[in-house]
């Protein structure tokens, strides 16, 4: 029998725009290679720049926030696997899935712990480092919640892995670490050479926080390698600008807004150095995992490399200070010899990545828990605790804000 799953999406998947649209496309490729029937909904707008999911023989569905004709939906598909794109959406959705589909598995996809993010975003503007109680946030209950009222979570990173089970004290198999799939790795015969490279560059959703900030903390370090450079360009890419992005352009001074790359990797191979003063974040990020493909070197910061590095080795350099992520993007992008080595170290890096990334981990956790759900959700107590009546606020507020709807009708 073929299983069926239904993927809820925080919006349609935009692979070119974000990478947690190239990561949703990564799961459901694991589940369709496995021959599932797979079903999308999402209560978001389409753009012209969403995955043309049909292609993959996806079927598509859109449905309203906090209505019961979704009830009718879910009834009517009986899904097997319910998987969430994000804490936001389980909260939104799941006890809806659970009354009318008891026994389908949820599955929570949390693109990064947005709890971890928004501490280090709240200690960044404080200009404070971050300490431990600032992690139990009103947000991490949300997000803590939404793990323990699902049957399994996908982490993308292994720090936040760690965090979980060592600080949250969450059970391991509530969990499955599967971080970023590698990009199809452009052949080094259809690469540029050093000498055909020119430039820095840096790419990001522009409406991701992480990205603008970083964005920021570039135009405050740029002159300092423009002064040294006067030849060099930072070029800087990303979907959905706004005014105050394109505000920053200063083509004068070699630093360039321009916009959304219809292609990541035919952009980025052309550039020397790809730039990244991350101060802040949380998960993998995608751009690095472009940059491993198109063997371009990374400055990046010890929170940019966090969910990347492993046994040490990295494409490029980590600089906490100014004074030597400038010294180290001049020296990547003048010296050749570094230039190539931090290429070694990449493409190693990449082996190594590839030892990690068992595609078949996640349904080699999830079929034993469809086998024997009744005792993975009983022993995942805490869960059942948060199931029950007096802990459903989402449920209570959503059939609150339904009722209050139906009454405007």
Same mark, same amino acid.
């Given at each position: 029998?073929?299983?069926?799953?239904?993927?809820?999406?925080?919006v349609?998947?935009?692979?070119e725009?974000?990478?947690?649209?190239w990561?949703?496309?990564q799961?459901?490729?694991?589940?369709?290679?496995?021959?599932?029937?797979?079903?999308?909904?999402?209560?978001?707008?389409?753009?012209?720049?969403?995955?043309?999911?049909?292609?993959?023989?996806?079927?598509?569905q859109?449905?309203?926030l906090?209505?019961d004709s979704?009830?009718?939906?879910?009834?009517?598909?009986?899904p097997?696997?319910?998987?969430f794109?994000?804490?936001?959406?389980?909260?939104?959705y799941?006890?809806?899935?659970?009354e009318n589909?008891?026994?389908?598995i949820?599955?929570?996809?949390?693109e990064?712990?947005h709890? =971890?993010?928004?501490?280090?975003?709240?200690?960044?503007? !404080?200009?404070? &480092? $971050? %300490?431990?109680? @600032?992690l139990?946030?009103?947000?991490?209950?949300?997000?803590?919640?939404?793990?323990?009222?699902?049957?399994l979570?996908?982490?993308?990173?292994?720090?936040?892995?760690n965090?979980?089970?060592?600080?949250?004290?969450?059970?391991?198999?509530?969990?499955?670490?599967l971080?970023l799939?590698?990009?199809?790795?452009?052949?080094?015969?259809?690469l540029?050479s050093?000498?055909?490279?020119?430039?820095?560059?840096?790419?990001g959703?522009?409406i991701?926080?992480?990205?603008w900030?970083?964005?920021?903390?570039?135009?405050?370090?740029?002159?300092?390698?423009?002064?040294?450079?006067?030849?060099?360009? =930072?070029?800087?890419?990303?979907?959905?600008?706004?005014? !105050?992005?394109? &505000? $920053? %352009?200063?083509? @004068?001074?070699?630093?360039?807004?321009?916009?959304?790359?219809?292609?990541a990797?035919e952009?980025?191979?052309?550039y020397r150095?790809?730039?990244?003063?991350?101060?802040?974040?949380?998960?993998?990020?995608?751009k690095?995992?472009?940059?491993?493909?198109?063997?371009?070197?990374?400055?990046?910061?010890?929170?940019?490399?966090?969910?990347?590095?492993?046994?040490?080795?990295?494409?490029?350099?980590?600089?906490?200070?100014?004074?030597?992520f400038v010294?180290?993007?001049i020296?990547?992008?003048?010296?050749?010899?570094?230039?190539?080595?931090?290429?070694?170290?990449?493409?190693?890096?990449?082996e =190594?990545?590839?030892?990690?990334?068992?595609?078949?981990?996640?349904?080699n956790? $999830?079929?034993?828990?469809?086998?024997?759900l009744?005792?993975?959700?009983?022993?995942?107590?805490v869960?059942?605790?948060?199931?029950?009546?007096?802990?459903?606020?989402?449920?209570?507020?959503?059939?609150w804000?339904?009722?209050?709807?139906?009454k405007?009708?």
């Amino acid at each position: 029998m073929e299983n069926r799953l239904l993927v809820i999406g925080l919006v349609w998947p935009e692979p070119e725009s974000s990478a947690a649209g190239w990561r949703i496309l990564q799961l459901i490729e694991i589940f369709r290679e496995q021959g599932f029937e797979i079903h999308f909904a999402s209560a978001a707008s389409k753009s012209e720049h969403s995955y043309p999911l049909e292609k993959l023989g996806i079927q598509k569905q859109a449905i309203l926030l906090n209505d019961d004709s979704f009830d009718a939906y879910v009834r009517d598909l009986k899904p097997d696997y319910v998987m969430f794109d994000r804490f936001m959406v389980e909260e939104q959705y799941s006890w809806r899935v659970r009354e009318n589909c008891p026994q389908a598995i949820h599955i929570l996809d949390t693109e990064d712990l947005h709890f =971890l993010r928004q501490a280090r975003q709240d200690a960044f503007k !404080k200009e404070m &480092e $971050l %300490n431990e109680l @600032s992690l139990y946030s009103d947000l991490a209950k949300r997000e803590i919640a939404s793990i323990y009222r699902s049957d399994l979570t996908i982490i993308i990173s292994a720090y936040e892995m760690n965090l979980l089970i060592k600080q949250f004290h969450i059970q391991e198999s509530l969990l499955v670490y599967l971080p970023l799939l590698n990009r199809d790795y452009i052949p080094d015969n259809e690469l540029p050479s050093f000498e055909e490279r020119k430039d820095f560059m840096f790419i990001g959703n522009f409406i991701h926080e992480p990205n603008w900030r970083t964005i920021l903390e570039l135009k405050r370090i740029w002159p300092s390698i423009r002064k040294r450079l006067p030849q060099a360009e =930072l070029h800087i890419y990303g979907a959905y600008p706004s005014q !105050k992005v394109w &505000e $920053l %352009n200063k083509p @004068s001074s070699g630093f360039i807004i321009k916009g959304r790359a219809e292609s990541a990797l035919e952009t980025m191979k052309g550039y020397r150095v790809l730039l990244a003063p991350i101060p802040f974040g949380a998960g993998q990020k995608g751009k690095f995992m472009d940059a491993l493909a198109t063997q371009t070197p990374i400055v990046t910061s010890a929170v940019g490399a966090e969910g990347m590095l492993i046994e040490g080795n990295w494409p490029g350099f980590i600089c906490e200070e100014d004074d030597e992520f400038v010294e180290r993007s001049i020296e990547l992008y003048n010296q050749e010899d570094i230039w190539r080595s931090s290429q070694d170290r990449g493409q190693h890096l990449s082996e =190594l990545w590839k030892a990690k990334q068992e595609k078949k981990q996640l349904l080699n956790v $999830l079929l034993p828990i469809k086998d024997n759900l009744e005792i993975h959700r009983a022993r995942n107590f805490v869960g059942q605790i948060l199931w029950s009546n007096q802990f459903a606020a989402s449920k209570y507020m959503s059939l609150w804000i339904e009722a209050k709807n139906g009454k405007k009708k």
